[in-house]
């Protein structure tokens, strides 16, 4: 399980505030909300890659913080928009970064991108080509090879899709909720589409201004808005397909 309690930031105004959320194990949350709303800014505090003014994360249990951070961060594959690929090193060097340092084997890397290949869609032969010479949607799917590299039990994946073309798009989606019902990952998703938070997650949590106003079903949010923000995000975004 993820924890988040009671986490605030800011910078030059308030980002996040007193924010606290659960992802339990296994389960997939969308998180959703306005542009500036503290969705990444979460993302990146749980992550390791900024410091919370206050609050706690935990990751399965265990309090993240300067002891511990490293060892956390190999338990949760982060996938980004764009994909942040490193352009000067190939799709395969760019998977292979962590696990060189830990000092896998050729072998035993070889094996592992193979079988993420295949779970992912991805022609092995494109592994030696570097980040200006794949589309779009192979970029996406090699940022998400190198994300589940580790095996981690954790994926956190920051508007993973937001850059792509919409037909390429559609069929990612559907390849990723595959792969999240396949391997039974713990998921934190962020995105600004309702109807990708729909169809990818079991819980939708939607943010405004840096506060939680709202968890539940994608039928829950629709039928049952807490306030007039929520009817009013919800109507701004029509015919969902929410199965």
């Given at each position: 399980?993820?924890?988040?309690?009671?986490?605030?930031?800011?910078?030059?105004?308030?980002?996040?505030?007193?924010?606290?959320?659960?992802?339990?194990?296994g389960k997939r949350v969308s998180l959703i909300?306005?542009?500036?709303?503290?969705?990444?800014?979460?993302?990146?505090?749980?992550?390791?890659?900024?410091?919370?003014?206050?609050?706690?994360?935990?990751?399965?249990?265990?309090?993240?913080?300067?002891?511990?951070?490293?060892?956390?961060?190999?338990?949760?594959?982060?996938?980004?928009?764009?994909?942040?690929?490193?352009?000067?090193?190939?799709a395969r060097e760019n998977c292979t970064l962590?696990?060189?340092?830990?000092?896998?084997?050729?072998?035993?890397?070889?094996?592992?991108?193979?079988?993420?290949?295949?779970?992912?869609?991805?022609?092995?032969?494109?592994?030696?080509?570097?980040?200006?010479?794949?589309?779009?949607?192979?970029?996406?799917?090699?940022?998400?090879?190198?994300?589940?590299?580790?095996?981690?039990?954790?994926?956190?994946?920051?508007?993973?899709?937001?850059?792509?073309?919409?037909?390429?798009?559609?069929?990612?989606?559907?390849?990723l909720k595959q792969i999240f019902e396949a391997?039974?990952?713990?998921?934190?998703?962020?995105?600004?589409?309702?109807?990708?938070?729909?169809?990818?997650?079991?819980?939708?949590?939607?943010?405004?201004?840096?506060?939680?106003?709202?968890?539940?079903?994608?039928?829950?949010?629709?039928?049952?808005?807490?306030?007039?923000?929520?009817?009013?995000?919800?109507?701004?975004?029509?015919?969902?397909?929410?199965?």
């Open positions: 399980m993820i924890e988040v309690k009671n986490i605030t930031k800011k910078y030059d105004k308030k980002v996040l505030n007193r924010v606290s959320l659960e992802v339990p194990d909300g306005p542009s500036g709303c503290g969705k990444s800014t979460l993302l990146r505090i749980i992550m390791g890659l900024e410091k919370a003014d206050s609050g706690e994360i935990f990751i399965d249990g265990s309090r993240m913080d300067t002891n511990n951070i490293r060892e956390l961060r190999q338990s949760i594959g982060y996938v980004i928009q764009n994909g942040g690929l490193f352009p000067h090193l190939t962590v696990t060189g340092y830990l000092g896998w084997s050729k072998e035993k890397e070889n094996q592992r991108l193979l079988e993420l290949a295949e779970l992912t869609s991805i022609d092995p032969s494109i592994l030696d080509r570097k980040p200006d010479n794949l589309s779009g949607g192979q970029a996406q799917r090699i940022s998400l090879m190198r994300a589940l590299m580790l095996d981690p039990p954790f994926i956190l994946l920051d508007e993973p899709l937001g850059s792509i073309d919409p037909l390429v798009r559609y069929d990612l989606q559907s390849d391997l039974k990952k713990t998921v934190l998703l962020v995105t600004h589409d309702l109807s990708e938070a729909a169809f990818l997650g079991d819980t939708i949590v939607l943010m405004k201004a840096g506060v939680i106003v709202q968890k539940g079903s994608i039928e829950q949010i629709m039928k049952n808005p807490e306030n007039a923000f929520v009817e009013k995000f919800v109507s701004a975004r029509r015919n969902l397909p929410v199965s």
